[in-house]
C-alpha cells in the first residue's frame, strides 16, 4: 500500500516562494523501480491539471509548459519525500495542490496515477 502525505501549503503573496513536500510511505517496498511520481493541482471549479513528474530511478523530470521556470520538482531517495519548489508565485497558482504516484512509464495524465495524497491548500494573495 503507497501512503502519500504533503504538507508545505499556506499563504503566500504574489512573487513569494514555497515548498511542497510529499512523504511517502513505501513499506511494502525495498527499493523504488519504474515509479513515478507526480504533482497536479486543483482551482476551485476546475479540473485536476499536471504540474510536475519525476522518475524516482533517474530523477528526470517533465513540467506543465505554462510552469516552466517557476516550479521546480526534486526528491530525495532517503527521506522518501518529493518537494515542489515554488518560485514567483501568481494569484492564479492558488489551488490545492495533489502528489500521485504510479509504477509505468511515465504520465501527465491524472487517470494515469492511482495513489494520492490528500492534498495541501496553497493560496497567492495579490
Known amino acids: 500500500q503507497v501512503q502519500l502525505v504533503e504538507s508545505g501549503g499556506g499563504l503566500v503573496q504574489a512573487g513569494g516562494s514555497l515548498r511542497l513536500s510529499c512523504a511517502t510511505s513505501?513499506?511494502?517496498?525495498?527499493?523504488?523501480?519504474?515509479?513515478?511520481m507526480a504533482w497536479f493541482r486543483q482551482a476551485s471549479g476546475k479540473e485536476r491539471e499536471f504540474v510536475a513528474t519525476i522518475s524516482w530511478d533517474d530523477g528526470s523530470s517533465d513540467y506543465a509548459e505554462s510552469l516552466k521556470g517557476r516550479f521546480t520538482i526534486s526528491k530525495d531517495n532517503a527521506k522518501k519525500t518529493m518537494y515542489l519548489q515554488m518560485n514567483s508565485l501568481k494569484p492564479e497558482d492558488t489551488a490545492v495542490y495533489y502528489c500521485?504516484?504510479?509504477?509505468?512509464?511515465?504520465?501527465?495524465?491524472?487517470?494515469?496515477?492511482?495513489?494520492w495524497g490528500q492534498g495541501t491548500q496553497v493560496t497567492v494573495s495579490s
Open positions: 513505501i513499506q511494502t517496498f525495498t527499493y523504488f523501480t519504474y515509479w513515478h
Open positions: 500521485a504516484a504510479r509504477q509505468g512509464a511515465q504520465s501527465t495524465r491524472r487517470s494515469g496515477y492511482p495513489y
